[in-house]
């Protein structure tokens, strides 16, 4: 644990909050701002909107795309991935017997989204495998192999939720590019996790959560979007900014929370006190702890126990065979730990194998994954 930063969130100190990849959590001076914004709306909600509210986002819009290494115009304040997904695929012409390509890493809401546009236009849905471990030119040459004539669109995790693994995106970008295929970057976790993560890569859209790993408010994202694409970028709803077009018509949506876009700034000021690599190195370092000592009370040998790649401050372990088969399973089993040993976590199932995931945040310490592998091992024998 970082000295110190235990004091900045609200978690309840009885459980081992060990499941910050799923939600994030806010710091108390990212809530305090928020809520001196709430207070401001309610006390005029008219003087808020109609002043200078867009020069507002701009500003946080400005301060969040400089801490990713992007431009300031490339980049529009969304909600979450989920949504951004979803405005990329209502932006581009999609048509009965256009492929879209994802891989078996890919997070399930971004599958279901893709798999809608299959059911209502005909869209084909291709899933390129890429295994545990692959390195980077594995990764590319597994996705590349599965491009066509007919593909409109890769979508790849820059880090995937369910097995934490790292993907390489710009190498994947620039294979894409060589064909003429834009590329989707789910980069979910990316924005707090890895260093400017924008700096460097080319894409056509990139869409990373602020809420995850940067301490924003819940609800704050940014879509970065490619020059040649901003002028087709279509809003899930025209509202009345429309015709300013990008990236206001993304942003002004009818009576949306902007309080948490506006507060979202002040969560930076964690690593300006901490040092951004110091608290990134200690995540990463921690995690990669958290994995070995619960694959040792599980009796894993070290090659069972995937490394995700550099900088990820999440790791997967490995169930035994036959626990929490299916979704049903998952829950119980989750909710479970969460009881009888007071640690949040989350499972997930990857090729029919059961992975119990584990984060690492400031405010975690080893005795959180002692905690967990002291009791796992007794109650998975009891679950099974």
């Known amino acids: 644990m970082i000295p110190g930063a235990r004091e900045l969130f609200v978690l309840d100190p009885s459980v081992a909050h060990l499941n910050h990849g799923s939600f994030g959590a806010v710091p108390t001076v990212v809530r305090d701002a928020r809520r001196r914004l709430l207070d401001e709306f309610d006390s005029n909600p008219m003087l808020m909107i109609t002043g200078d509210l867009r020069e507002r986002e701009a500003a946080s819009r400005a301060a969040l795309a400089h801490f990713?290494?992007?431009?300031?115009?490339?980049?529009?304040?969304?909600?979450?991935?989920t949504l951004g997904a979803s405005i990329v695929l209502n932006s581009i012409d999609l048509r009965e017997g256009d492929e879209i390509v994802i891989t078996d890493h890919s997070y399930n809401a971004v599958t279901l989204a893709v798999q809608d546009l299959h059911r209502r236009r005909g869209v084909r849905v291709i899933v390129a495998p890429v295994e545990l471990g692959s390195s980077d030119a594995q990764?590319?040459?597994?996705?590349?192999?599965?491009?066509?004539e007919r593909t409109r669109l890769v979508i790849v995790d820059e880090i995937s939720s369910a097995t934490a693994q790292r993907h390489p995106v710009a190498a994947i970008a620039d294979a894409l590019r060589a064909r003429g295929v834009p590329l989707l970057v789910d980069a979910a976790h990316a924005p707090g996790m890895l260093p400017k993560?924008?700096?460097d890569i080319e894409v056509d859209f990139w869409m990373g959560n602020l809420h995850k790993w940067a301490f924003a408010p819940t609800g704050t994202a940014l879509l970065q979007v490619s020059p040649r694409?901003?002028?087709?970028?279509?809003?899930?709803?025209v509202s009345h900014a429309h015709p300013a077009g990008f990236p206001t018509h993304l942003e002004q949506q009818g009576t949306r929370d902007f309080t948490v876009w506006l507060a979202a700034p002040v969560g930076l000021s964690v690593f300006d006190r901490f040092g951004e690599r110091t608290v990134q190195r200690h995540n990463e370092e921690l995690a990669a702890y958290g994995q070995r000592v619960i694959g040792q009370a599980l009796g894993l040998l070290p090659q069972q126990l995937p490394d995700p790649g550099p900088g990820v401050s999440m790791r997967i372990i490995p169930l035994p065979e036959g626990l929490a088969v299916d979704q049903e399973g998952i829950i119980a089993l989750r909710q479970r730990i969460a009881d009888e040993l007071r640690c949040e976590v989350t499972l997930n199932l990857f090729r029919g194998q059961t992975y119990l995931r584990v984060s690492a945040q400031i405010y975690n310490s080893e005795a959180d994954y002692d905690r967990l592998a002291d009791g796992l091992p007794a109650l998975l024998r009891a679950a099974a």
């Not at 694409?229 to 709803?237: I, S, T």
């Open 68 to 81: 990713l290494g992007a431009e300031e115009e490339s980049c529009a304040l969304i909600g979450n991935v």
């Open 139 to 148: 990764t590319v040459d597994a996705i590349m192999a599965h491009v066509g």
């Open 197 to 199: 993560p924008l700096a």
């Open 229 to 237: 694409w901003r002028d087709r970028m279509a809003p899930l709803a």
